[in-house]
């Protein structure tokens, strides 16, 4: 991960301890807001802290954000409606009834939701995973789940790796899925296969580490500094995190 | 029983379940020398190998490692360090983020401190000649790169046995070259499992040959 060269590239140079914190207080705190504004504003910053995190590959970070519309669709289906929300009819669907309390509640479930998702994928995309849990240890995170995570994150990529070299070999051998009942067959016996491989890798490795000694204890490695950029990045969210807090104030007391 | 003995199996017999024996009341005794075990592709090595490191346990047979019996983990957990396994499939092998982290654990294991390990890896590295793989991704490395880091977290311990299980897997000629440099350097007793003729000729005193369950010398 370099520097796209048009931002700086604060957030990939910032010391993971404080990434951790911040990815936590940052998510939890646009979590909170009940107006519209401050989400969008919410929105705004998490859009400013992607643009300083240095990420390459902008467009690719952005696309995973859309993935999050998937959900935000079940809350446009749902919310706007005086069935689930009821108040003020602004506008008659058939026999529906959209709400302006409705409508009021999904803009700002969307805003907040994005706006979570930009800025963990700001923060999360600035640093390897094992930078971030590196970083969770420092802070006192118990030992299993970060050893937990550390084999997860190491591990989704093979099972995908695996799953990619079966779903070729199918697809070599003329394997077209179609909607009959070889195709769910042949599915039940690929996804059978993972589960299988992936049981038997578990002991497989777990025999590679006994082998090498292990006693139940993990080393990640890790030598952090406090920098002033990091001082500045803090200063950075917090500035950010009161801004949002203030017009989330100000447009609760309206 | 001499002192040069390392390993030292008798009537060791072993069955998946569900199915014939694999092993049938194998005798073998390993001493101060490199040793090579070919055989047919399913006719038992790996799980051989696996017997040897106190991964299975054998249905019957005793398993003696450097003049201690081993029937239990416990016998076998001090013992493991000091032999340096290499798998077959290094995917199983290689599980921490960075090469060198996976080079690392075995000594952090052992009690190393964080620059010790640190100096252990760069002198793996530059052994295997991949100086500069020690920050990348173990994931990442292709499959023949993958078996050499494979082979240097055996390496990273210091063991006093090697059990190579087909070590040349993947490799390509200069690897393989390479492989055959760093072992005769080494000049470690041990086990090595492999197809390949021309490699195990170069490389070992004698061979064995694994048939219906038991071993011959070739
Ligand atoms: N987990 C298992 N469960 C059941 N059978 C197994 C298992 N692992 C291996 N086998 C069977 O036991 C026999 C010996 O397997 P092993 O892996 O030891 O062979 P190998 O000599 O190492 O073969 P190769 O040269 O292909 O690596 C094979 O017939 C194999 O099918
Ligand atoms: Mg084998």
């Not at chain 1, 931002?7 to 990939?12: Q, S």
């Not at chain 1, 993972?194 to 038997?200: I, Q």
């Not at chain 2, 199983?92 to 640190?118: H, I, K, W, Y």
Request: charge should be positive; glycine fraction near 10%; include cysteine.
């Amino acid at each position: 991960m370099t520097s796209n060269g048009l931002f700086p590239d604060w957030l990939l140079r910032t010391d993971p301890r404080l990434k951790v914190i911040l990815l936590v207080l940052w998510s939890f705190h646009l979590a909170f807001l009940s107006t519209v504004i401050a989400a969008a504003v919410g929105l705004s910053g998490s859009f400013l802290i992607y643009l300083i995190s240095g990420q390459r590959n902008c467009l690719k970070g952005l696309k995973s954000l859309l993935a999050i519309n998937s959900f935000l669709i079940f809350i446009w289906l749902l919310l706007p409606f005086s069935f689930s929300v009821p108040g003020t009819v602004i506008y008659s669907l058939g026999p529906l009834d959209v709400t302006r309390e409705g409508v009021n509640l999904s803009v700002i479930l969307s805003l907040k939701a994005l706006a979570i998702t930009l800025g963990a994928l700001a923060i999360t995309g600035s640093s390897g995973p094992y930078d971030l849990l590196a970083g969770a240890r420092k802070l006192g995170v118990p030992e299993k789940l970060t050893a937990l995570f550390l084999l997860m994150t190491r591990y989704i990529s093979v099972i995908g790796q695996q799953y990619h070299r079966l779903a070729q070999a199918m697809r070599v051998r003329g394997f077209r899925p179609g909607s009959d009942l070889h195709t769910l067959r042949s599915y039940a016996n690929l996804a059978g296969l993972l589960l299988v491989r992936g049981f038997d890798r578990a002991e497989r490795i777990y025999a590679a580490m006994l082998c090498r000694g292990y006693r139940g204890r993990f080393f990640i490695r890790a030598d952090f500094k406090f920098k002033c950029l990091d001082l500045g990045v803090a200063w950075l969210f917090v500035s950010l995190g009161l801004l949002v807090a203030g017009l989330d104030v100000i447009g609760n007391i309206n | 029983m001499s002192s040069e003995t390392l390993i030292k199996l008798s009537g060791i017999v072993y069955g998946y379940p569900g199915r014939p024996v694999v092993l049938d009341s194998l005798d073998f005794i390993l001493g101060q020398e490199l040793v090579g075990l070919i055989g047919p592709n399913g006719c038992g090595k790996t799980t051989l190998l696996e017997i040897i490191m106190g991964l299975i346990k054998p249905q019957a047979g005793t398993v003696e490692i450097m003049g201690r019996v081993c029937s239990e983990e416990k016998h076998f957990r001090p013992l493991r360090p000091q032999i340096g396994f290499v798998f077959q499939d290094a995917n199983d092998q290689l599980f921490c983020p960075t090469v060198a982290d996976d080079l690392a654990f075995g000594p952090l294991n052992m009690g190393a401190s964080r620059q010790e390990a640190d100096e252990v890896v760069r002198t793996v590295l530059t052994n295997l000649g991949l100086e500069d793989f020690g920050s990348r991704i173990t994931y990442d490395l292709s499959g023949g790169e993958k078996k050499l880091v494979a082979l240097g977290t055996a390496l990273a311990l210091n063991p006093k046995l090697l059990i190579l299980d087909e070590p040349t897997n993947f490799l390509d000629e200069k690897a393989v070259t390479r492989l055959e440099e760093i072992i005769r350097t080494l000049k470690l007793p041990g086990l090595v499992v492999s197809h390949d003729l021309n490699f195990l000729n170069k490389m070992v005193s004698h061979s064995f040959r694994l048939e219906n369950g038991r071993l011959t010398e070739v």
